[in-house]
């Protein structure tokens, strides 16, 4: 017993006889909370990894296992707690929640090794509150938010919880589903709204030829990844991902995707400002996809992408140019009363032609000699 091989295997097997109903837990717990400190962390790890076996056991027992070893020094060990925690909340939510953002809470947020941990935790803390609108939950995720942009590192991570959330649909409990799509947009939107508006300034003051210290350019890279990320997760959770549609106008195939694309509309606005090419790209993509849901206000934003995002040299690549001539062809051929009536989008529209012309692509010269196609008839 006295080696780690025979450590590791004595918790193994006790975990394993601990599920047994006609063995005497009673009698190998204070071996198990031994085994739980151990100063191998592999052989702590053979109590995390079945501690939820304890559960038909021992409630009381399985909780002491829990919070001992939530406290464990190893990341590691604490990462298998969380996932075991999200599972244990849905019958025990304040208890297991609370512990997770306890975790969270003493979880060293600039220490690389942490970096899945915080993630779990963000990530199950997410599911919860949009899911469940749970109180311990959204405290811990609407913390995260406050603190932005300091916080914009844990921020990032929230976005991935809510790509399903947005388009969320449950034909046995609409209303349950409704609300879960409205709580994914406010959160969308609360994250975009405290994170959007430094990062343009911070954009500002590079165009006016200000040199950031060193921990402004850390801040700064912090929130264009978060916004980056943000674009990346609506593209997904939107729908216009659609592989056997590659190179054409992806289609709206739900009524959610309207729906959500017509909730998180502040964010869109916010986002469009901020130029960063491969939010520029996705940005671009949404709007085009969504053009029969909302052709005005589409068009116009995809104005602003656009000249935001020439400064980083989108229009300069082969990507861009595809995506936005295509987008221009279609509302020729079926908005061009759009450009009639509105003198704002046909300013956009000689402004986004003006950008890629000028970058000399042969597409976009080509498109030109048919503008006056939109004062035909």
């Not at 919860?128 to 590192?153: C, E, F, M, N, Q």
């Not at 606005?269 to 960063?276: H, K, P, S, Y």
């Not at 090419?277 to 671009?284: E, K």
């Not at 012309?357 to 008839?377: C, H, K, Q, T, V």
Request: aromatic content about 8%; proline content about 5%; glycine content about 6%.
């Amino acid at each position: 017993y006295g080696s780690p091989s025979g450590r590791l295997e004595a918790a193994e097997g006790l975990m394993a006889l601990a599920r047994n109903e006609n063995f005497a837990l009673d009698k190998i717990f204070p071996r198990l909370q031994a085994l739980a400190k151990d100063a191998v962390p592999s052989v702590r790890f053979q109590i995390a990894r079945r501690v939820l076996t304890l559960h038909d056991r021992s409630e009381e027992k399985m909780w002491d296992l829990f919070e001992l070893m939530a406290r464990d020094r190893n990341a590691r060990i604490r990462l298998e707690i969380v996932h075991w925690l999200d599972q244990a909340a849905r019958a025990y939510p304040a208890r297991a929640l609370g512990l997770t953002k306890e975790i969270l809470d003493r979880a060293d947020a600039a220490a690389e090794r942490t970096r899945d941990l915080i993630g779990a935790c963000i990530a199950s803390l997410t599911g919860y509150h949009v899911s469940r609108a749970d109180a311990t939950a959204g405290t811990a995720i609407l913390k995260i938010v406050s603190g932005l942009p300091a916080s914009a590192k844990e921020a990032a991570k929230i976005f991935f919880p809510l790509r399903n959330a947005l388009c969320y649909a449950e034909p046995g409990d609409a209303e349950r589903a409704r609300g879960i799509r409205e709580r994914a947009a406010r959160l969308f939107n609360q994250l975009v709204t405290a994170s959007a508006p430094p990062t343009r300034a911070f954009i500002d003051r590079r165009l006016r030829g200000e040199e950031l210290t060193e921990q402004e350019d850390e801040e700064f890279q912090d929130l264009l990844h978060l916004l980056t990320v943000a674009g990346s997760e609506l593209y997904f959770a939107l729908g216009v991902f659609q592989e056997h549609s590659y190179g054409s106008t992806p289609e709206i195939t739900s009524p959610f995707q309207p729906e959500a694309y017509n909730a998180v509309a502040p964010s869109l606005e916010l986002m469009a400002d901020i130029g960063e090419p491969q939010l520029a790209h996705h940005m671009v993509q949404i709007l085009e996809m969504c053009i029969p849901v909302d052709a005005e206000r589409a068009f116009l934003r995809m104005g602003k992408v656009v000249q935001a995002a020439k400064i980083w040299g989108y229009h300069k690549e082969s990507a861009a140019v595809e995506v936005v001539v295509r987008t221009i062809r279609i509302y020729i051929a079926d908005h061009r009363s759009l450009f009639q009536r509105n003198p704002e989008c046909l300013r956009v529209l000689r402004e986004i032609m003006e950008v890629f012309m000028g970058a000399g692509w042969p597409s976009a010269r080509s498109l030109s000699y048919r503008l006056d196609e939109i004062f035909r008839g």
